[in-house]
């Protein structure tokens, strides 16, 4: 206050506690808050306002006297003067100026105040305070009307017992009219509602400010352990600034009429909201200028409830850090991020969904990927099989939710801090075991597409992170103090608010997370071969890529089955990857890239047509097209095959044991090869016609010397065999009898294998080694089927040479002689010609074995080759090895003119009676037995003439399998079998 001549002072009001008395503060060019004057109007009385706690009313005109003062007064730079005080009542009472105007003699005029009785100490004007108030009672205003309804309309009705809770549910988020009464601290307010209602109008509520903490103005310290029991504890202390802060609210809206926007309230029910007065004709949040004035804090738990985030808040905070300003004064700013990641903005496409909290991008030409944690959120943590983890409740569903939405999708990324987690353990060097995570938000454009299909508006851009709080599938992590966080942090805690009070997700403590069943049969071949008639069944499966090994080779999960698989692309081949030091083949990688972008974690359909020896399931893939543009795709409806489009692209060949001729897909395979060939892309970047050619030569030669005669003069090749050993009724192996090295062998065998070393000797499986027949104790070559056991006491193998297998003692077998490993079996695995046979599981397998041994043993058999497979398996004694040729054993020469011949043939006719009378062939004595038929697929070729002729005859006599009946209307005949995968039939 400001000290004038003849005892006028000046002031700024800054209360009116009453319709007769005036709080004045002085000037605040001074540390700390002015001081203060509370200044009565002297020798006036103004009706006396009720309690807070309504134990007694009002005095009529008591509010209406206190708002025309307040209306006049507050906020404005007034001259006084004290006349007298009261010493008793520690009260000074006085006259004040507005300007040129007296404010006690503009109060007794209009009605609202008295003047005292006279006698002691009076004003010094106050005969013109006693004609002010005659000529207000002549008038009868204010105080002075006569009217019983004015009287009574005067007198305020304070709601009793009002529940401030009550307010939120009709108010919340709208501006609320009221004047602030107190001011508790800088961020605690105490104000009246000025309502419409009649059940809020006059209520008294206490309101936090959302969004901030100021200091307290009084906190007790704590108690001095060693002062004695009945010791004073010392008086409560404000925290520092907390009177700053109190007095910079109290300027602004002690008495002022402002609106309350409730935002929420806490566990402990106190109101919380925003409050909003005039400045220049302009609304302005009382707690952004605390902050920019540094006289609170931004806290998290409240910015929260603010539906319009605490953005600003946080710009205002931080200018008064900035400016080292009161709270801040010895703030130090913290380094900058790892990284220096902020402000790193860029479009991406996402390409894996680790978790429901974590994604990987690839720059928009797929040329690099970056490993993105989403900013201040958690979502729960997926397990891990390998060690043992389980997945915390809903991970699954979240990181399914994030799929859903932006596997595939180009987003915005914007990179906001990094942090080092891990570390050393004990005996590790510094710095080891750390890793550098990047935090960032990724957000999703809606294009207008969706935006028009969407039910309800749809903002242009989607937070990805907001998007898995808001349904209860990741929650946001509370910060400490300066640590960075969120650029959208205020929208995530709104979020989490939202999933709170709907119960969604984590947030619904009451609910059981759903659980997940799912059998992964990727790593068990029987498993697999058990479950493919279920897959070719089904025909297409839908499926979901989970991991993506190589180019061509997939896990997927069949959710319809509840199954994971393992799939391999059928007749595609891509370059396989390096391990360790062993370096990959070219364009591996590349390969892995394209298959990895355009198909993981996608919804794919598959159809299924072999499994292999190690569980893989083999087949064909397609997906939506994405951003593929080939002419192929646009052929098929915006659908792509995988294996095709590696194929055309140059990243895979087709396998050297497929024959696309003999697949029903395999055309389109062999066209994208040669496109890609001739396009010189990748794989195919030194390609030439004329040096393909050449080794196309030179493999066919190489294959036909392997094979020996028969295979190099075709499938027409007449070879004399002699059957070493019936596996089934139409599987056998057979040895040439012609040109064959079996007694050169068989004596080399007995001469090197006694002097072999045994001492050291552990057989393996798969390895070549020499065993002891238990027959006739003689030496021949075995292969090692299974790994040897150590309780077992024996070695299971296969005698190579004659297709026979045998258990026998580590003491029967040596080290082969090296000189005998080059030499390729002798027993090659056959089978007859255009039968089907019933397998040794089956009725009558027996006995169709039984016959085909009698047909067939101790006898050198003339037989023709009618196919030879070009990649037999190696592992000949398998149950479902693939025979190596197809044979017409026992074959005539007499015949081959009427088997080969055409149907109508004029030369048929000069085959004489007694030329057909020759023996006939195995085949056609098992038909002619019952203990087999001809295949379907065979019945148009014309060899089957006669097969079919001896096959009618043995169904008319109801022999072997035609006892009960015919056969024809079999499931497993009621259409060929399809070609496998490597173009086999099955």
């Known amino acids: 206050m400001a000290p004038q001549g003849s005892g006028w002072m000046h002031g700024l009001v800054k209360s009116i506690p009453s319709g007769d008395s005036v709080l004045v503060i002085g000037g605040t060019n001074q540390a700390g808050p002015p001081p203060e004057k509370l200044i009565t109007l002297a020798s006036l009385m103004a009706p006396r306002l009720g309690r807070r706690d309504n134990s007694n009313k009002d005095e009529p005109f008591a509010f209406d006297s206190r708002e025309f003062l307040r209306k006049k007064l507050i906020g404005c730079q007034v001259k006084f003067r004290i006349d007298y005080a009261v010493a008793s009542i520690s009260r000074e009472f006085g006259q004040v100026y507005l300007g040129d105007e007296n404010v006690g003699l503009s109060v007794v005029a209009a009605g609202w105040a008295k003047c005292r009785t006279p006698g002691g100490d009076q004003a010094s004007n106050y005969e013109e305070l006693a004609r002010a108030e005659q000529d207000a009672a002549a008038g009868e205003v204010g105080v002075w009307s006569k009217d019983p309804a004015v009287t009574s309309r005067s007198v305020r009705n304070v709601p009793e017992g009002f529940d401030a809770q009550a307010l939120l549910p009709a108010h919340k988020g709208k501006p609320i009219p009221a004047i602030v009464e107190a001011v508790l601290n800088g961020s605690c307010l105490r104000v009246t509602l000025l309502t419409d209602s009649a059940e809020t109008r006059y209520a008294t509520v206490t309101v936090m400010l959302a969004g901030i903490q100021c200091p307290a103005m009084a906190r007790r310290a704590a108690a001095d352990p060693a002062a004695a029991p009945d010791a004073p504890r010392p008086e409560a202390q404000p925290e520092a600034y907390a009177r700053e802060a109190k007095h910079f609210t109290e300027v602004k809206l002690l008495n002022r009429e402002v609106r309350v926007v409730l935002e929420g309230a806490d566990k402990y029910q106190n109101l919380f909201g925003s409050v909003l007065y005039a400045e220049a004709g302009q609304p302005v949040d009382v707690a952004e200028q605390l902050a920019r004035a540094g006289l609170c804090k931004v806290v998290d738990w409240s910015a929260a409830l603010m539906a319009g985030g605490a953005s600003s808040l946080r710009a205002a905070e931080r200018v008064a850090k900035d400016a080292r300003a009161c709270l801040w004064k010895g703030y130090i700013a913290p380094p900058p991020s790892i990284s220096s990641l902020s402000g790193s903005h860029f479009s991406a496409k996402v390409v894996e969904v680790v978790s429901g909290d974590v994604l990987v991008v690839a720059n928009v030409d797929g040329s690099a990927e970056r490993r993105v944690n989403l900013s201040s959120i958690r979502a729960p943590r997926m397990g891990n099989e390998r060690r043992g ?264 060949s087709i396998h050297p044991s497929f024959q696309p001729e003999r697949h029903a897909g395999g055309e389109a395979l062999q066209d994208a090869q040669d496109a890609a060939k001739l396009a010189r892309a990748c794989l195919w970047k030194d390609w030439s016609p004329e040096v393909e050619a050449a080794k196309a030569a030179a493999t066919a030669a190489a294959a036909a010397v392997a094979a020996g005669p028969a295979a190099a003069a075709g499938p027409a090749e007449v070879a004399v065999l002699g059957v070493t050993e019936v596996v089934s009724g139409c599987r056998f192996f057979a040895q040439r009898v012609e040109g064959s090295r079996a007694n050169w062998l068989f004596q080399q065998l007995q001469d090197l294998t006694p002097k072999a070393e045994n001492s050291a000797f552990e057989p ?182 006669v097969l079919l002729d001896v096959q009618e005859g043995a169904r008319k006599a109801r022999m072997g399998i035609w006892e009960y009946g015919d056969l024809d209307s079999d499931d497993d005949e009621a259409a060929p079998a399809a070609p496998g995968a490597w173009g086999r039939r099955r």
């Open 389 to 652: 983890q389980k997945s915390e409740p809903w991970a699954v569903e979240a990181k399914e939710f994030l799929r859903q939405r932006c596997i595939g999708s180009t987003v915005k990324v914007s990179m906001e801090y990094a942090r080092k987690v891990g570390g050393p353990e004990a005996g590790e060097a510094a710095g080891s075991g750390e890793r550098t995570l990047d935090f960032g938000s990724v957000i999703l454009p809606m294009d207008d597409k969706k935006k028009a299909g969407a039910d309800v508006a749809v903002p242009n851009q989607l937070n990805l992170a907001e998007m898995l709080v808001v349904r209860g599938l990741a929650t946001v992590i509370r910060h400490r103090g300066d640590e960075d966080r969120s650029l959208h942090y205020d929208e995530l805690m709104q979020a989490e608010q939202r999933a709170i009070k709907g119960k969604k997700g984590v947030q619904n403590k009451e609910r059981e997370a759903p659980t997940h069943h799912v059998n992964d049969i990727s790593q068990s071949a029987p498993k697999s071969k058990q479950f493919l008639p279920f897959l070719q069944r089904a025909g297409k499966a839908q499926a979901l890529v989970e991991f993506v090994m190589s180019g061509h080779r997939l896990k997927l999960t069949i959710p319809k089955e509840g199954v994971i698989i393992a799939f391999s692309l059928s007749g595609v081949r891509c370059p396989q990857g390096g391990r360790g030091d062993v370096q990959g083949e070219p364009f591996a990688a590349e390969s892995l890239r394209f298959a990895r972008h355009r198909c993981f974690q996608r919804e794919v359909e598959i159809e299924v047509e072999a499994v292999d020896k190690t569980g893989t399931f083999l087949g064909t893939l397609t997906m939506t097209a994405g951003g593929l543009t080939s002419a192929w795709v646009t052929m098929n409806g915006g659908r792509f095959n995988l294996g095709v489009e590696l194929l055309r692209a140059g990243l895979a």
């Open 764 to 945: 393996k499986r798969g390895a070549l080694v020499a065993g002891q027949f238990t027959g006739d104790d003689c030496w021949y070559r075995a292969v090692v089927t299974e790994s040897p056991r150590a309780d077992a006491g024996t070695v299971k193998v296969f005698f190579c040479d004659f297709g026979n297998g045998e258990a026998l003692p580590p003491s029967r077998l040596r080290v082969l002689d090296p000189s005998l490993v080059s030499l390729p079996p002798l027993a090659h695995l056959c089978t007859l010609s255009y039968l089907k046979v019933p397998g040794p599981a089956e009725d009558f397998g027996h006995q169709a074995a039984q016959c085909l041994n009698h047909l067939t043993g101790g006898r050198a058999l003339q037989a023709r080759i009618d196919q030879c497979e070009r990649h037999p398996t190696n592992n000949a004694w398998e149950h479902d090895a693939t025979p190596e040729w197809h044979l017409t054993l026992g074959y005539t020469p007499k015949l081959e003119k009427t088997l080969d011949s055409p149907v109508g043939d004029d030369d048929a006719e000069d085959v004489t009676d007694e030329e057909e009378a020759g023996e006939p062939s195995v085949n056609e004595q098992m038909l002619a037995e019952g203990f087999a038929r001809v295949e379907k697929r065979a019945v148009k070729k014309p060899a089957a003439k």
